[in-house]
């Protein structure tokens, strides 16, 4: 690895450490409720949202964990606040956990979402950072339980949720393997990374589309992409997204030909049509024949973007600094971020989410271990 990508790599992390997470950790948590704030104005750290999210609390778990990690002081304390959250309010009477919450606490929105229940997994798993893993580990087992119970759809793959719902995602799919890979490091349980391989297999059979080389976002109840004038929308930050989990499997089981091809696939019709030639990152939306839908940019493709450019098969020292500029553009010396790029290139000053730290935070701690191995990735 090049000194001058490892110097952009130390940066992020720099700013991570001493910027993003104290200032979430001051600024971001409802101290006197117990609970997360959903996003924080750029001109005064407050928090102008009068709801909870259940994906927040989860994803903020994660990255106080991560942060514990680092040595962070007070991050234990978040991850235990976060934890008692999920235990005192968010669990559903009847199995899973709810949505959306008042500031108050109380259910508005008792949907069971896959997708967010996929980041419970998660905060679980990482939650071991602070707490015994034998205390985690009954909850975590009862929540793939039930997904197991309540959510597999006879076409393949899992419900969207409860109620359930169409268009059916690729989404909540890619992040519940996340997570799963995540449970099978943290409590070393044979049945996470089982389900893993299902999802792998779901993938690579189902989801991706080998004609096209590119990832359809939404499908119809039989899995088949929602295909609007013979074409289906693509986002390439999960192209990205998927490469690095790809990636992660195969270093828990085995590299396997297959999934290192559809890795190559993805990335190729990432550097055909998913890169924005005036700024250098990467684009929200595009239809599957490579035309755009929406031109604008969100800071977290380029989170994903980072991580793929260190895992993909052809390595770049070029692109993978063009990663770290594209990504450096949003972010602000007091630890917050520009959440969105215009599509006419301008940087806008909307409060920055929450959740976007769990993919900053991510980004940083993947390639920086890359950084740290002796061995090129």
Known sequence: MQDDVKAGIAQLQLWLRDSAWPTWLSHGIDRGRGGFFEALTLDGKVCKAGFRRLRVVARQIYVFSEAHRAGLAGADAAVRLGL???????????????????LNHLPIDTTRDLYDHAFVLLALSSATAVLPAASLRPAALDLLRWIDTMLPHPAGGYLEGLPASLPRRQNPHMHLLEALLAAHEAFADAVFLDRAENLIALFASRLFDTESGALPEFFDDDLNPDRRHGTFLVEPGHHCEWVWLLHRYQALTSPQPALQDISRRLMRFVDRHGIDPAFGGVIDLLNSDGTEVETGARLWPQTERLKAEFLRADPSPARQKAALAALAAYLRPDGLWHERRSAEGILLDQPAPASSLYHLTAAAVAVGQLAESPQEP
């Open 84 to 102: 008692a959250f999920l235990e005192r309010h968010a669990v559903h009477p009847e199995g899973g956990y709810a949505w959306r919450f008042d």
